[in-house]
Every structure is written in structure tokens, then in C-alpha cells.
């Protein structure tokens, strides 16, 4: 469908796009859709049919990865492999605007008005464009993915967010929901490849490890945005601060099953709602309630 | 003294009268999910068989005033309830990066493996299950100004 309504937005003679009914007579063969039981010997019948150069395109999800088909019953697997594939086309559907750009690439036409055509319009989801120098390991992205297009990888001590844009269906769930806006949807980049692990890009970052039992935690940078957001928002003398900050940098399985940092959890939190309870009462005017085991008022505020 | 803080209340937990039944998790589990799965339970009791001293303790949510998950929250999933004084989380808002459960020293909070997003404590919206089967009164409701007394007794009484 998306290959037919190309026909209507660029004169496809011009660019010397012809669309023939037989294999036999083309060189160029557009498969949409992954392979499966019954379209494999379809698929290598066309491919043994059309005429040298045998170039193979393969347009959208499903083509290139089996999108949402994958692990079904009867898929045999994406196209390549089952048939050599030259040119992958993201999307789910590609835009007709993007596939005849990339046919245009491909084969070196003539695309004088095709680049004004790949520009997202106003009001509408582009491609995804990711900005893996922003991504902080947190892995929002990765529950949310439909297409399941994000992977997160822990190794010993890096984590690995990988992005493999074959697999997008461009809903922008990623990008809804990222914290520190690494995705962006707009028209950055050509969605095109000539080759599978071109489509892949991934960020690493580097783990920190717990300070009690030495194991790899959590993200070095997702700690760092957790922890300059309380000092921006919290107001805590520095003794409890420094707690609080020690407290982030142990691991949550120990901080779950220790019961001496659950004693220093509950220290860090009745210090901070006695030091909220003293400001509050402090601003509406009421003397703050001596208490026996202050030595001093300014063990409350600073 | 705001309204609210008069009539908030307030789980405290006394690891003394605790004997570690975990009837809390449980009643927590069923009421919140509908089955015994102490993985979905809100408040988690530990125990240890050597310390005498400090046999029990529980992880509870204390809804604080300047709450640590509220701060990192970065979809403001997270929100202390104005009218009841309970910190909320709003499964719907949430994205699940796990900033709270990084952020709450407690580790209150915690990703739900099933429905992919972070839950916590919510007080059972007034009449908190664990208080209400709690074996031994080791769960007991206060009022915020008495339970910050009880608090700061246990916690910071002895300086560390």
C-alpha cells in the first residue's frame, strides 16, 4: 500500500521507478512483511525470478526484524534469512516519502524535490532520534517499548542501553516517558540502512558499586540526577544530608535486607521530619517544642 | 500548625512487640493485589537470628513531610496528598525508572515487575491493613505530632 501511494505523491516514471506485475520482468524486489511458512517459497521463487542486478529491499518492521510477528508459529524468520537483503527500510509503516527517498539513495536518482518530502510535517511524530550522551541508564524506555526495540544489558560493571531502530514502531512511548529527554521525534536522520547492525546504536554507562556489599547497582549518572535533585529540592542540615547521600550509594537489595540500614533509613527520616516540624513551626511564628535530646537550637536549623 | 497536620496519622512501628508473623505483608499483599504474594507487599518485615538487640525491623512507609521520592520523581508520579498528608504514587503517571526506589533510603517504593511501574505505601486509603492485622500492636496509629515524639525517641535518641 505505502509502496503504490508513492505513485501519487512523486512521478515515478520521471525517477525511472517502474512497478511491473512479474518478477520476471524487474530487477528490484520490495518485500513487505517478514516470511513465513507459506510466503517462503514465494519469496524465493520471486528472488530467483527477477533479473540481474538482484537487489532486495526490505520495507519496514516486519521485513527487516518480524515486528510484532516475532515468535509466532509459523514465521520462518525477516526476510534475510531466507534471501540476500541490499536495503532496510524503517518503519512501521515506513512513510511512502521515506521509502522513495531511500529508493532514490539507493540507486543514485535524481531527488531534487524528495528531500523537502522526508521533512516530518507540523503536528506529527518523526523518526526517532536518539542522544545517547543524555541517556542515563535508568530504563523507563525499556518497559515501555511495545516493540521491544530497547535493550538493556548489564554487564560487570556497565550497563548497555541498545536501540535497535529495526525494530521501532515509531510510537514515541520512548520518548513520552525518557527523563532526561534523550529521544527526540523529528526528522534528524535518513531511516534507511544498507546493513542489519547499522540500525544499532547504544549508549554504555558505567555502574557504580554498592558501598556495602561491592556489587554492581546502579548507573553512575542516574545516581548523580537523583542525588542533585534533592539538594535542589530538600532543605537538610549537611550531617543528614551526607547520610542521605550514603544511603543512595547502597545497593537496594542490601538496604532491603539489612536491618542496620533500615535503622539508618528510619534515623535519616525522623531527622528529616523533626528538621521539617522545626522549620514549620519556626515559620508560622510558634516556638519550636524543645526537645530533651537536642544539645542546642541549632542542631535543628542552620 | 496546618489542618492537616492535626489530622494525618501515622504508622509506628515498635520492633520490641514485634514476633515477625509478617501478617502484615500478608494482609498488605491480599488487600492490595487480591493474593498472598509478599513480593506485592507494601510493608516488609526482617528479621535476623543473631542480633538480640535488634531482632526485628520493618520497612514502612513514613510519609514524610519533604518526601525523597516525591524530589526525584521525575514525572511527578509522586505527590504527598495535600488533604490527607499521604505520599502517593500515581501508577498511571509513572515511567518506571526507579528513581524513588534508588532515592528512599527505606527503599520504600519498589518496581512491580508486573504492571512495570513503581508502587508504594498507600495507607490503604485510611485504614491501613497491617495496623489492622497486626498480631502483636507492633503496628500502632498515631497521631503525626505523637508519632514524631515516638520516632525521635527510637531513632534519635543515641546519636550515631
Not at chain 2, 64 to 90: F, H, L
Request: proline share 5%; hydrophobic share 40%.
Amino acid at each position: 500500500m505505502e509502496v503504490l501511494e508513492m505513485s501519487a505523491l512523486v512521478p515515478m516514471a520521471e525517477l525511472g521507478i517502474e512497478i511491473v506485475d512479474r518478477p520476471a520482468e524487474a530487477n528490484v524486489l520490495v518485500v513487505t512483511g517478514g516470511a513465513n511458512l507459506k510466503s517462503r517459497l514465494e519469496l524465493e521463487n520471486a528472488y530467483r525470478e527477477i533479473r540481474e542486478p538482484r537487489v532486495v529491499i526490505a520495507v519496514g518492521s516486519c521485513a527487516a526484524t518480524m515486528g510484532i510477528f516475532k515468535g509466532g508459529y509459523a514465521m520462518m524468520g525477516p526476510i534475510d534469512a531466507i534471501i540476500p537483503v541490499n536495503l532496510y527500510i524503517m518503519g512501521c509503516p515506513p512513510r511512502p516519502q521515506v521509502i522513495i527517498n531511500a529508493l532514490a539513495d539507493a540507486f543514485h536518482l535524481n531527488s531534487t524535490d524528495l528531500d523537502a518530502l522526508l521533512q516530518t510535517p507540523e503536528g506529527f511524530r518523526g523518526d526517532p532520534h536518539v542522544d545517547h550522551s543524555k541517556c542515563m541508564g535508568c530504563g523507563a524506555c525499556v518497559h515501555v517499548c511495545p516493540a521491544d526495540a530497547i535493550d538493556l544489558l548489564d554487564r560487570a560493571s556497565e550497563r548497555v542501553v541498545r536501540f535497535t531502530r529495526q525494530d521501532c514502531i515509531y510510537c514515541a512511548s520512548c520518548a513520552d516517558v525518557c527523563p532526561s529527554q534523550a529521544v527526540a521525534l523529528d526528522y534528524r536522520e535518513k531511516p534507511w540502512f544498507r546493513h542489519r547492525e547499522a540500525s544499532r546504536s547504544e549508549a554504555t554507562l558505567t555502574l557504580e558499586t554498592c558501598l556495602v556489599c561491592g556489587a554492581p547497582y546502579a548507573p553512575r549518572d542516574q545516581m548523580r540526577w537523583a542525588l542533585t535533585k534533592i539538594d535542589e529540592t530538600l532543605r537538610m542540615d549537611e550531617a543528614v544530608r551526607a547520610k542521605l547521600r550514603r544511603s543512595v550509594g547502597v545497593c537496594t537489595t542490601c538496604r532491603r535486607t539489612s536491618i542496620a540500614e533500615v535503622r539508618r533509613a528510619k534515623i535519616i527520616l525522623a531527622s528529616l521530619a523533626t528538621q521539617a516540624h522545626a522549620r514549620r513551626s519556626a515559620a508560622s511564628g510558634e516556638p519550636a517544642t524543645p526537645r530533651p535530646h537536642e544539645k542546642g537550637a541549632d542542631a535543628v536549623e542552620g | 500548625m496546618t489542618s492537616v497536620e492535626q489530622r494525618q496519622t501515622l504508622i509506628v512501628y515498635d520492633a520490641q512487640l514485634c514476633t515477625g508473623c509478617r501478617y502484615c505483608e500478608v494482609a498488605c499483599a491480599v488487600w492490595h493485589c487480591g493474593r498472598i504474594d509478599m513480593r506485592k507487599a507494601r510493608i516488609r518485615i526482617l528479621f535476623s537470628e543473631h542480633d538480640s538487640a535488634e531482632r526485628f525491623a520493618a520497612v514502612n512507609c513514613q510519609h514524610c513531610d519533604d518526601a525523597v521520592c516525591e524530589a526525584v520523581c521525575p514525572p511527578e508520579a509522586i505527590q504527598k496528598d495535600e488533604k490527607t498528608g499521604w505520599v502517593m504514587a500515581n501508577s498511571s503517571k509513572c515511567i518506571g525508572c526507579e528513581m524513588c526506589v534508588m532515592a528512599c533510603p527505606l527503599t520504600v517504593p519498589f518496581f512491580d515487575e508486573e504492571l512495570k511501574v513503581a508502587v508504594k505505601c498507600d495507607f490503604c486509603f485510611g485504614e491501613p491493613e497491617c495496623v489492622k492485622h497486626c498480631s502483636s500492636g507492633a503496628l500502632r496509629i498515631y497521631t503525626k505530632d505523637e508519632a514524631l515524639r515516638i520516632n525521635e525517641r527510637l531513632y534519635l535518641r543515641e546519636k550515631d
